[in-house]
């Protein structure tokens, strides 16, 4: 078995590369390609390769993480040469042919591209869908409210690089940061994030379109809808930057239709795979593990139908190498590639 990793020398692509040794991913050969710029280089003892028509053949799977422009262009031409391509970025999230998965969310739908096209979900909707499975499938999921609090590393390594930079010329008057916080604002540059993101939240996530609401908002709604197979799911998003270096963070107003009771919601969450509960988890402390975590499980207030939770998870694992990484085991188990799979 053949697989490549495209957009290897990444924030993500590095933490593929680990986790297919990690999780002892049965390649006999794994391949490496990124730009230009970094073919040639050695990583892992592998010579990164560069992406042109004659290096994209004859692989099993391909795990893409090198952008949306980069999957536009080359997707389908690893596709054609006999791959199930894995794809991380935007790109073919939304198309009608591609399945969008979460591994323990919607596997059987790995059977069901047409394009030999998998896609990854945004890594803030990835975290989400975990408990709105885990509960939809017990109460009937008909609304969300989602409040995001998105780590740095989101905008990938110069994301974190960009917040780190900021940190010490910041700490360094901490007078200023109390007494005048625009001063201090000024101090830093910011080009990844929409405002200097250090000691700082940041309510603008994306590109604002006519409503007011931003492409990373309006994920959150697409996505979590072709997930979960519900396409009059009601969504409100809000995605806000916040200073932390890995680790996506979201509070959640979810409406059933049956009235959940919470002994029953808290057996539902604890019961679904790769799921923890925990009183009040933080992304720091989940940074580097795995598992979704979700706690602050609570009624609501004012409606009967409603559950308000908070969630965790690592969103360079799972909201990103990790779950790609499951597709291609789910890919494999399926007997999707390889002598074993079905003729197209």
Not at 142 to 160: C, H, L, P
Not at 272 to 277: G, S, T
Request: net charge negative.
């Amino acid at each position: 078995m053949r697989v490549a990793v495209v957009g290897a020398t990444g924030a993500v692509g590095t933490v593929m590369r680990r986790l297919l040794r990690e999780r002892a991913f049965p390649a006999d050969e794994i391949v490496l390609f990124a730009s230009e710029r970094s073919a040639g280089k050695v990583v892992d003892g592998l010579t990164v390769q560069p992406l042109r028509d004659d290096t994209v053949t004859g692989f099993d799977i391909a795990l893409f993480s090198a952008g949306g422009s980069t999957s536009k262009a080359w997707a389908e031409r690893f596709a054609a040469g006999g791959a199930v391509v894995v794809d991380n970025s935007s790109a073919w999230r939304m198309d009608p042919d591609v399945p969008l998965i979460v591994a323990e969310v919607n596997p059987d739908a790995v059977e069901e591209t047409r394009k030999g096209i998998i896609a990854n979900p945004n890594c803030t909707t990835m975290v989400v869908m975990l408990p709105a499975k885990a509960l939809h499938d017990r109460f009937g999921l008909t609304a969300m409210v989602a409040t995001s609090f998105q780590a740095a590393g989101g905008a990938g390594q110069k994301g974190i690089d960009e917040l780190a930079d900021q940190v010490e010329p910041l700490a360094a008057d901490v007078d200023q940061l109390v007494n005048d916080g625009a001063a201090a604002a000024r101090k830093v540059e910011h080009t990844v994030h929409a405002n200097t993101l250090a000691f700082n939240v940041v309510p603008l996530l994306g590109t604002l379109n006519d409503q007011g609401y931003t492409d990373e908002e309006m994920k959150l709604q697409n996505e979590s809808r072709k997930i979960l197979s519900l396409p009059g799911l009601s969504v409100t998003p809000t995605c806000v930057r916040v200073p932390v270096m890995v680790g996506h963070s979201i509070a959640v107003r979810a409406t059933f239709e049956r009235e959940p009771g919470l002994d029953e919601a808290l057996e539902a969450l604890r019961a679904f795979p790769n799921l923890v509960v925990e009183e009040a988890p933080t992304p720091l402390e989940w940074a580097g593990r795995d598992e979704t975590v979700v706690g602050r499980v609570r009624r609501d207030l004012s409606d009967p139908h409603v559950l308000n939770f908070f969630v965790v998870g690592d969103n360079l694992l799972k909201g990103a190498a990790l779950n790609t990484v499951q597709i291609a085991e789910l890919v494999v188990e399926r007997g999707l590639v390889g002598s074993s799979a079905p003729a197209a």
